[in-house]
């Protein structure tokens, strides 16, 4: 059968699939993060912001928007409610951009097996979401809802030490632990992974052009979902703010080796159900 032109969409148990993977993974890997310290080198830091090439792997070879809803719930399952505390509005802001990020960088690759493609698309993601982030932080200054914070060595300018600030992390956790693990990946488990899920390989003919991904529609919800951050960071800092808690035990190391287990079995739990998709394969 010809399939050119033809997309092939996903069950919504295939995308619940690719969702519950992306939040336990993800949320694993943001409870590492919290045991690695970070190296100061003037002023320069060096920090293992995230290990984000796990949702921009997922979003590439599966569907992009369940990775992507899947990573940023981990984050908020694992890294905060499971280790006692919740910013409660104040979490929207990196919910939404980071899962902003992961989508288009998903969406943008229609080959898997082309590594400019995915280079592109990783570092893409990555920039937008510390870029969109930046304007925030940049935002709370401007409008006087967050007092600016010098950092000594730098101009005393917001734009000139959020501007260090982004390229900081992209060019150390965005490309050493997203890029280049994502680059490593992607063309490796492109084809050997989708079959144990019971999913078609996503190939140039079923996914959408770079004119579908960068069009009006995207850059206006782009735009909305800053807005949405821009107003519930405000929110918070203003005190504005609703369900935001911290246990007298959060972050405890006790908290953290708790979530790891506790994660470690909800993944031991969707190996099992990969292990038996194994037999089912592909539908035709």
């Known amino acids: ?19 519950v993977l992306s939040m336990s993974l993800y949320g694993l890997a943001t409870l590492f993060t919290e045991l690695i ?16 090439f796990i949702p ?11 990775a992507a809803l899947g990573a940023a719930t981990g984050e908020v399952i694992f890294s905060e409610i499971m280790l006692g505390q919740f910013g409660g509005v104040g979490e929207v802001e990196k919910f939404v951009l980071f899962s902003l990020g992961i989508y288009i960088a998903g969406m943008m690759v229609n080959d898997p097996l082309n590594k400019v493609q995915v280079a592109i698309a990783s570092f893409t993601g990555i ?21 600016f914070e010098a950092v000594q060595g730098l101009p005393e300018s917001v734009f000139f030490t959020e501007g260090f ?6 060019l150390f956790s965005g490309i050493l632990f997203c890029v280049l693990p994502t680059l490593f990946l ?16 996503r190939t140039p003919e079923n996914r959408p052009s770079f004119g579908a991904v960068l069009n009006v529609k995207i850059i206006l919800m782009a735009i909305g979902f800053f807005l ?35 994660t470690l079995v909800l993944i031991v739990g969707i190996i099992l159900v990969i292990r038996k998709n194994k037999t089912i394969g592909v539908g035709e």
């Not at 190296?39 to 060096?46: A, D, M, N, W």
């Not at 921009?56 to 369940?66: E, K, M």
């Not at 405890?252 to 080796?257: H, L, Q, R, T």
Request: aromatic fraction near 10%; glycine fraction near 6%.
């Open 37 to 52: 310290p970070s190296v100061q080198l003037g002023i320069v830091e060096l920090s293992v912001e995230y290990f984000a």
């Open 1 to 19: 059968m010809h399939l050119k032109g033809k997309r092939t969409e996903l069950t919504q148990a295939q995308k619940m699939m690719v969702f």
């Open 186 to 201: 992607v063309p490796r488990l492109y084809k050997k992974i989708e079959p144990l899920l019971g999913m078609r390989p």
């Open 165 to 170: 600030a982004i390229l900081n992390d992209l």
């Open 228 to 262: 949405i951050a821009v107003t519930t960071e405000f929110m918070a800092e203003t005190g504005i703010n609703f369900i935001d808690w911290e246990a007298s035990w959060a972050e405890s190391p006790e908290a953290v080796f708790a979530g790891i287990v506790i």
């Open 56 to 66: 921009l792997t997922l979003a590439i070879l599966f569907d992009p928007l369940s």
């Open 127 to 147: 920039f937008i979401h510390q870029f969109l982030g930046g304007l925030v932080d940049i935002s709370k200054v401007v409008f006087a809802i967050e007092d």
